[in-house]
């Protein structure tokens, strides 16, 4: 079947929880898409943020062969080799202690959230409950992540939504100090605001924001969906701030494309998850374990870090051209490869006449362009991307 009749059965049978664009990707390899009608897409979005060792990476193809003939799936009832591995390799390299998995992001932080409340009222009673968020924060689709997250436009229309959540403004450490009561137990923040648009804070800002959560006793969980797994240059994002959260969640890229999601914590936390606490039916499977096994080694072992913190300045320093050129971008900002363009118009048109052209890239908060290729990506293939996003833009 061709391109078009796909999105004309689509039409038909899927439901329409996404804008989806009229495309029908079939293959993929590094930075390069072909869709149904073999037309070629250099690929800046990366699935947002996932396909950091870009598409069907030899070693985590070869890690879901090896695994889907050996084993796919057994319960948690039992224990399972590859997450373990998983648990010590995301532990070695991390302030954390023990991890828990599943299968994505949204269901990472609602791990987070229900073990920051249990350690909380084990610790300090029942009334410790509540948990500060940014906003503009995303955390997730599902009915406690909405609840956290700081944009009403996800959560219209779904109310009564969980009870217990506070927003302040992101990178104000005075309105989250204004914000704790007793009734505070933790702060959840994303380290770099992804679909916020692309917003990083001042260096000193999870510096105070720790001090804030050690002086009252409040958990810091740092959502790492998006910005982990060496989206930033670093491991993790918080390896840039001097300062350490309690609780991280993973997800998008830590399976090089394979669905799975990590919430991780330091031991103290870890104990209140008691058996029965918390579950999950396919949380870390072999299948996706072994596949994230293969996909962190890769990021480690081949250069990966280095090359985002390289290609995230080259990138960045084309953009701050075509910035010069174009008054309408009205700053380039990120770090590593998470990077947005501001814009003082809507960015929808571009990212459409992108996809024409054979680019794809995103549009967050309708006025920043955001670009998050795979991290192996190559100055050739940036010099390529900048070319066409010139053409497109002379036009507008
Ligand atoms: C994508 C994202 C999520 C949600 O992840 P899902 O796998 O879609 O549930 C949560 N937090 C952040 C910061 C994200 O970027």
Redesign the pocket.
């Known amino acids: 079947m061709n391109s078009q009749q796909w999105i004309e059965k689509a039409d038909h049978y899927i439901m329409k929880t996404y804008g989806r664009y009229p495309l029908v990707p079939v293959r993929g390899e590094g930075c390069w898409l072909w869709d149904a009608d073999g037309k070629r897409y250099l690929d800046f979005l990366a699935g947002?943020?996932v396909n950091n060792l870009g598409h069907c990476h030899p070693r985590v193809v070869e890690a879901l062969r090896r695994q889907a003939g050996e084993l796919i799936h057994c319960s948690n009832f039992y224990h399972i080799p590859q997450q373990i591995e998983l648990a010590e390799l995301l532990c070695g390299r991390s302030f954390a202690d023990r991890a828990f998995f599943c299968n994505?992001?949204?269901?990472a932080?609602e791990a987070a959230i229900k073990l920051a409340r249990k350690y909380s009222r084990e610790k300090f009673g029942p009334d410790r409950y509540e948990i500060i968020t940014a906003l503009s924060s995303?955390?997730?689709?599902?009915m406690a992540?909405i609840s956290a997250t700081g944009q009403e436009k996800v959560q219209r229309f779904f109310d009564p939504l969980l009870h217990g959540f506070k927003h302040v403004p992101f990178n104000d450490a005075d309105a989250l100090r204004a914000a704790v009561t007793p009734t505070c137990c933790a702060v959840m923040l994303?380290p770099i605001q992804?679909?916020g648009g692309v917003v990083a804070p001042s260096p000193e800002y999870f510096r105070e924001v720790r001090a804030i959560c050690d002086r009252h006793d409040l958990i810091l969980i740092f959502?790492?969906?998006?910005?982990g797994i060496g989206r930033t240059g670093k491991l993790f994002a918080y390896e840039h701030f001097g300062t350490a959260p309690d609780i991280m969640?993973l997800?998008?890229a830590l399976a090089g494309g394979a669905p799975i999601?990590a919430m991780l914590a330091r031991e103290a936390l870890a104990g209140s998850f008691t058996p029965g606490s918390h579950g999950s039916t396919f949380g870390g499977n072999p299948l996706m374990a072994a596949a994230a096994v293969a996909a962190v080694h890769a990021v480690l072992e081949e250069g990966v870090l280095e090359n985002a913190v390289a290609m995230g300045a080259y990138l960045t320093g084309r953009l701050e051209g075509l910035k010069e050129r174009f008054p309408f971008i009205t700053e380039v900002r990120g770090i590593g490869l998470l990077i947005g363009a501001q814009l003082s118009i809507p960015g929808a048109d571009i990212v459409k006449k992108a996809l024409e052209r054979g680019l794809l890239i995103n549009v967050a908060q309708e006025r920043v362009l955001r670009f998050v290729p795979p991290l192996i990506v190559t100055r050739e293939e940036i010099d390529l991307m900048i070319g066409i996003l010139e053409g497109i833009l002379t036009e507008v």
């Not at 994505?104 to 269901?107: H, I, P, Q, R, T």
């Open positions: 947002v943020a994505s992001g949204a269901e932080n995303f955390h997730g689709r599902t992540t994303e992804g679909e959502d790492e969906v998006q910005t969640t997800a998008k999601g």
